[in-house]
């Protein structure tokens, strides 16, 4: 039986108080109807972003990572966390080309593809904390949407489809009430440790997630983790479970497999190099540790989609 860094029972509340403290101001950053042989290349974006597919098909991809292209169908959506170079494309080998080379290329009569692209604003110190507990980047295809999120899409697709007089408008109104929707399923999909979005908002353990997220090798200690709370042991200990109901040596975990994972996802490193950048001197330990909470091996976790 796999063995995961907590119990289930805080997912819910957890979940809540992540999207209740995120400032989650959103914008339409492009929005087109598409044609031909056409790419969109984004490289290391700034900005969290999801891209919505309201019409057609194409393919999806994450830049050097062969495992991650997928075929994306009419109403699949794709999160994009910051920093990780993807792109859209009518074929799967893409060409590079620009936004505005895009626009220009692809005005036609009749579109084959329709794309309508958002941003996350920063918002700060706590936004980037959040987004690097998330992972790298997932598509959620049309047919595995809960209810709320695909008839919110569906309303995305009717306005690009139709092009109503203040489409634009109504796009960018429901642009935040799409983001939470989808980072709530981006969420329950991936996360096996909500509880880290409970550390978060609490003001002693949420420098802690800081400070291990920041140098995630170090020597974590529970004495080194309790002096970051401005804790005594005993009571950091306590604090920790009460709060995310894991111990702090399962919160460390937690912490450092969430890493792994983003690291195995969105870079080209060895697996012995992702094991020393969590603090495993060991691949042999490393894989050890990823095979108990995940229940397969890094390379394994690497070339799933």
């Not at 979005?197 to 140098?215: E, K």
Request: glycine share 6%; aromatic share 8%.
């Amino acid at each position: 039986m796999t063995e995961t860094p907590e119990q289930p029972t805080k997912t819910t509340e957890s979940i809540e108080l992540l999207l209740s403290s995120v400032a989650l101001g959103t914008e339409l950053h492009f929005e087109s109807g598409l044609c031909g042989a056409w790419s969109i290349q984004a490289k290391q974006p700034e900005k969290v972003g999801f891209h919505v597919l309201s019409q057609g098909e194409c393919w999806f991809g994450v830049t050097g990572n062969e495992h991650s292209k997928q075929r994306l169908q009419a109403g699949d959506v794709v999160f994009v966390n910051q920093g990780v170079s993807h792109f859209l494309s009518q074929h799967a080998l893409p060409t590079d080309m620009d936004l505005q080379q895009l626009a220009q290329h692809c005005i036609a009569e009749h579109d084959q593809q329709g794309i309508v692209c958002y941003e996350l604003q920063d918002q700060g110190e706590s936004n980037q904390l959040v987004f690097q507990l998330l992972p790298p980047w997932l598509v959620v295809p049309a047919g595995q949407q809960t209810e709320q999120l695909a008839q919110l899409l569906q309303m995305v697709r009717t306005e690009t489809q139709q092009r109503k007089p203040g489409y634009r408008t109504v796009l960018q109104r429901l642009s935040e009430i799409l983001a939470v929707q989808l980072l709530r399923q981006v969420i329950q999909t991936t996360h096996h440790s909500p509880g880290l979005f409970a550390a978060l908002q609490d003001r002693a353990l949420a420098p802690v997630v800081a400070a291990i997220l920041a140098n995630p090798g170090h020597d974590w200690s529970v004495e080194a983790m309790a002096e970051q709370a401005h804790l005594s042991v005993s009571a950091f200990a306590e604090r920790c479970v009460k709060t995310t109901a894991l111990s702090p040596k399962k919160l460390l975990d937690a912490i450092r497999l969430q890493r792994a994972k983003y690291l195995l996802r969105s870079s080209t490193l060895a697996v012995e190099s992702i094991a020393w950048a969590i603090g495993y001197q060991s691949v042999t330990a490393f894989g050890r540790f990823f095979k108990r909470y995940l229940g397969c091996t890094a390379q394994a976790f690497r070339e799933q989609r």
